[in-house]
Nanobody, 116 residues
């Protein structure tokens, strides 16, 4: 089992920045990808950023050049730096941890609200 805990959400004005963090603990011997998803009210959960164990990253066009994902493999922590935030970035942000064998673990989510 892997426990996943997010932190760092909050309220920010349009154009501002925010960093959210996610720490994985427990059976973390074989973590592969770590990523961030978000879900806004009435919408489906969508991928925001993902980073592999080797450091390769992927972003959808909606956040590319504004968001940056990074990870500390020694501490099993993944960060999401969000810049130039827009009201449409408002959502609950969830951390996802993928481990060997194809299992996924999710955090409880952290609210990010961008005011206009």
């Amino acid at each position: 089992q892997v426990q996943v805990v997010e932190s760092g959400g909050g309220l920010v004005q349009t154009g501002g920045s925010l960093r959210v963090s996610c720490a994985a603990s427990g059976d973390t011997i074989c973590i592969s990808a770590m990523g961030w998803y978000r879900q806004a009210p009435g919408k489906e959960r969508e991928l925001v950023a993902v980073i592999s164990s080797s450091g390769s990253t992927y972003y959808p066009n909606s956040v590319k050049d504004r968001f940056a994902i990074s990870r500390d493999n020694a501490k099993n922590i993944v960060y999401l730096q969000m810049n130039s935030l827009k009201p449409e970035d408002t959502a609950v942000y969830y951390c996802n941890v993928s481990v060997c064998g194809g299992y996924d673990y999710w955090g409880q989510g952290t609210q990010v609200t961008v005011s206009s």
